[in-house]
């Protein structure tokens, strides 16, 4: 059972990244410094959830397969992402800047480190595209928060220009973008060399990317539709559906992990 709770801890630890990655997206200076705050706090609890629960992993199971430098990785981007938070109450704009980028490159290391570790014994070419997958998946699963989040802020701030929307709807649509490229690569890669493991599997493989990036790829459609209008309102809605496929397409690709070994 621990292998089943570190591909699960991974989904939170991508919210967490990949959350802190696309809050880069909106125009800082153009959007009131709540927006960053109450953001910042769901993607750092998704990171602490996830990298605490790898810490606590690593320090209660003997063959949880964790090491010690990605428990250590994990400990120091928290703290790095906590002190960054805490700097949007304050106006030291440098070490603000320092350390998201900071808390930005230890997670991608950490979160990295985790899907290489998750693909031990499958050879090389799967360790990469165990990485890229969780990264490409990490992006996707944080714009689409993103774009949630910033839909409801044009409730608070009713002024608000629709820019910053439609930047953070277009980084969602690149991200998805990418993580279907990612997948496709994997698909050949899995097409040449076919492991037993995937004959059993084939439906779930299928479920992870129709649920997960296809479906959210429609719904993103829509949202392009309801942007041009502009209604806020309605996009913020279909964010929410889209935000639930992503993290169906995520959590189903974990599974498919936990029970194949395979990244997906």
Same mark, same amino acid.
């Given at each position: 059972?621990?292998?089943?709770?570190r591909?699960?801890?991974?989904v939170?630890c991508?919210?967490?990244?990949?959350?802190?990655?696309?809050?880069?997206?909106?125009?800082?200076?153009?959007l009131?410094?709540?927006?960053?705050?109450?953001?910042?706090?769901?993607f750092?609890f998704?990171?602490?959830?996830?990298g605490?629960?790898?810490?606590?992993?690593?320090l209660?199971?003997?063959?949880?397969?964790?090491?010690p430098?990605?428990?250590?990785?994990?400990?120091?981007?928290?703290?790095?992402f906590?002190?960054?938070?805490?700097? &949007?109450?304050?106006?030291?704009? $440098? !070490?603000r800047?320092? +350390?998201?980028? #900071?808390?930005? %490159?230890? *997670?991608i /290391? @950490? =979160?990295?480190?985790?899907a290489?570790? &998750?693909?031990?014994?499958?050879? $090389? !070419?799967?360790?990469? +595209?165990?990485? #890229?997958?969780? %990264?490409? *998946?990490? /992006? @996707? =699963?944080?714009?689409?928060?993103?774009?949630?989040?910033?839909?409801?802020?044009?409730?608070?701030?009713?002024?608000?220009?629709?820019?910053?929307?439609?930047?953070?709807?277009?980084?969602?649509?690149?991200?998805?973008?990418?993580e279907?490229?990612?997948?496709?690569?994997?698909?050949?890669?899995l097409?040449?060399?076919?492991?037993?493991?995937?004959?059993d599997?084939?439906?779930?493989?299928?479920l992870?990317?129709?649920?997960?990036?296809?479906?959210?790829?429609?719904?993103?459609?829509?949202?392009?539709?309801?942007?041009?209008?502009?209604?806020?309102?309605?996009?913020?809605?279909?964010?929410?559906?889209?935000?639930?496929?992503?993290?169906?397409?995520?959590?189903?690709?974990?599974?498919?992990?936990?029970?194949?070994?395979?990244?997906?």
């Amino acid at each position: 059972m621990t292998l089943f709770a570190r591909c699960f801890l991974l989904v939170f630890c991508q919210l967490g990244v990949g959350g802190l990655l696309s809050l880069a997206v909106p125009p800082f200076h153009e959007l009131e410094r709540g927006f960053f705050k109450s953001s910042g706090g769901v993607f750092l609890f998704g990171s602490l959830v996830g990298g605490l629960g790898t810490v606590w992993l690593w320090l209660t199971r003997e063959a949880s397969g964790i090491g010690p430098v990605e428990a250590l990785l994990w400990i120091v981007h928290g703290g790095l992402f906590a002190a960054y938070l805490s700097s &949007l109450w304050g106006d030291a704009m $440098a !070490a603000r800047a320092r +350390l998201f980028a #900071a808390a930005l %490159l230890t *997670g991608i /290391a @950490a =979160l990295a480190t985790s899907a290489w570790a &998750l693909a031990a014994g499958q050879g $090389a !070419a799967v360790h990469l +595209l165990a990485v #890229a997958n969780a %990264l490409v *998946g990490a /992006a @996707a =699963l944080g714009a689409v928060t993103t774009g949630m989040l910033i839909g409801h802020w044009y409730l608070i701030d009713t002024s608000m220009e629709i820019d910053p929307f439609r930047r953070c709807f277009r980084w969602f649509v690149w991200t998805l973008s990418a993580e279907l490229a990612c997948i496709a690569v994997l698909a050949l890669y899995l097409a040449i060399f076919p492991p037993e493991a995937l004959a059993d599997h084939s439906l779930l493989f299928a479920l992870r990317v129709v649920l997960g990036p296809i479906a959210a790829l429609g719904i993103a459609f829509m949202i392009h539709r309801v942007l041009l209008i502009p209604q806020t309102m309605a996009a913020t809605g279909l964010f929410y559906i889209a935000t639930l496929a992503v993290l169906v397409g995520e959590i189903l690709g974990r599974y498919f992990t936990f029970r194949t070994g395979l990244p997906l």
